[in-house]
C-alpha cells in the first residue's frame, strides 16, 4: 500500500509498521503544506492501527492479526542528500504565530505519537530537519552524507521556544547542548557517542533497517499508553510553546539594547 500526496508518501513496508516518506524536492523543507499533509498521514496512520487492534488492552485485541496490536512508524526521506533542510524560514516569518500554532502542534503530535516512531536519517538534517528527527523515539542515520546541525545563528535567527525545549531534554550534557546551539555539524560517530542516534548503518540500508526496528520494537506499545507517557515526559515542550514567549530577531535586540542605554550608550553604568 503506498499513498502518494503531493509532498510526501505514505506506505506500509509491513503488517505493522508504516512509513512517510518527504517527497519535497530539493531537500524537504517544512513548509505548511507538507506540515499539513504530515499531519494528515499521522491520522491515517493512527486510525489503521487502532482499525486492527493498536491500543487496546491484550485481551482486546483483535484475534488472528499477526501483530497482536504493534505499531511502528517510520519517518524518512525520499531525497538521497536531505532528510530535511528545516523551513522556509523567510516564509514563515510572515505568517503569525507559526510555530505555536501550526508547526508545533505538528511537531507535538509525533513527539507523543501512540505508534513507535523511528527516523530513518538517509541525508543532512538541518535546523527543523534535526528537530524533527528527535521527536522520533529512536533514530538510525546513514553512513554517507548525513550531518544533523542546528543552524540558526548563522543566519541570524533565535530559536523557537519549542525548540529550546526539545533540545535541552534531548541533550542534557551543557557541553554538548552550548556546541549544538553554536551550529556545530555534528557528525554520524559523534551523534552515537552522544546519543543522538541509536544506529549508523550503511545508505542503502538506512530504510530497512528502520523497519525492522519498527517490527522488533512495534509489539512494546501494543496496548496504547505510549502516547499519554510520552506526553508526560515530554509535557514541557508543549508548555514552552504555548508561552507565546517573544522572539526578539538582532535588529530588536540592537533596539532593545539601545532603547536601554542610550544611542551613545550614555544611560549605561559601570
Not at 554538548?176 to 557517542?193: G, M, P, S, V
Request: net charge neutral.
Amino acid at each position: 500500500m503506498t499513498e502518494s500526496f503531493k509532498y510526501i508518501q505514505l506506505s506500509r513496508p509491513s503488517s505493522n509498521t508504516w512509513q512517510i516518506s518527504l517527497s519535497s524536492p530539493p531537500d524537504n523543507r517544512l513548509t505548511p503544506e507538507l506540515l499539513s499533509e504530515f499531519s494528515t498521514a499521522l491520522d491515517q496512520v493512527e486510525s489503521q492501527w487502532r482499525e486492527v487492534g493498536g491500543g487496546k488492552p491484550l485481551q482486546e485485541q483483535r484475534e488472528g492479526y499477526e501483530g497482536k496490536g504493534a505499531g511502528a512508524l517510520v519517518i524518512t526521506s525520499g531525497n538521497e542528500k536531505f532528510f530535511s533542510n528545516g523551513l522556509d524560514w523567510e516564509r514563515s516569518l510572515k505568517i503569525k504565530n507559526f510555530f505555536e500554532e501550526l508547526f508545533d502542534p505538528v511537531m507535538w503530535r509525533l513527539l507523543t505519537f501512540p505508534l513507535f516512531t523511528i527516523a530513518a536519517i538517509n541525508g543532512h538534517a538541518f535546523a527543523g530537519g534535526m528537530i524533527l528527527a528527535l521527536c522520533c523515539d529512536y533514530r538510525i542515520i546513514t553512513s554517507g552524507k548525513g550531518f544533523l546541525c542546528m543552524n540558526e545563528i548563522q543566519f541570524g535567527s533565535p530559536l523557537p521556544n519549542s525548540f529550546n525545549a526539545l533540545l535541552s531534554l534531548r541533550i542534557p550534557n551543557p557541553q554538548h547542548l552550548r556546541d549544538t546551539l553554536l551550529a556545530r555539524r555534528w557528525t554520524q560517530k559523534e551523534l552515537l557517542n552522544i546519543g543522538l542516534v541509536d544506529e549508523v548503518v550503511e545508505p542503502t540500508e538506512v530504510q530497512s533497517r528502520a523497519v525492522q526496528v519498527g517490527q522488533r520494537d512495534g509489539g512494546k506499545v501494543a496496548s496504547g499508553s505510549w502516547g499519554a507517557i510520552k506526553r508526560g515526559a515530554y509535557h514541557q515542550v508543549l508548555e514552552y510553546s504555548q508561552s507565546y514567549r517573544t522572539l526578539n530577531l538582532p535588529p530588536q535586540e540592537e533596539k532593545e539594547f539601545y532603547a536601554r542605554v542610550g544611542q551613545n550608550g550614555s544611560k549605561a553604568k559601570l
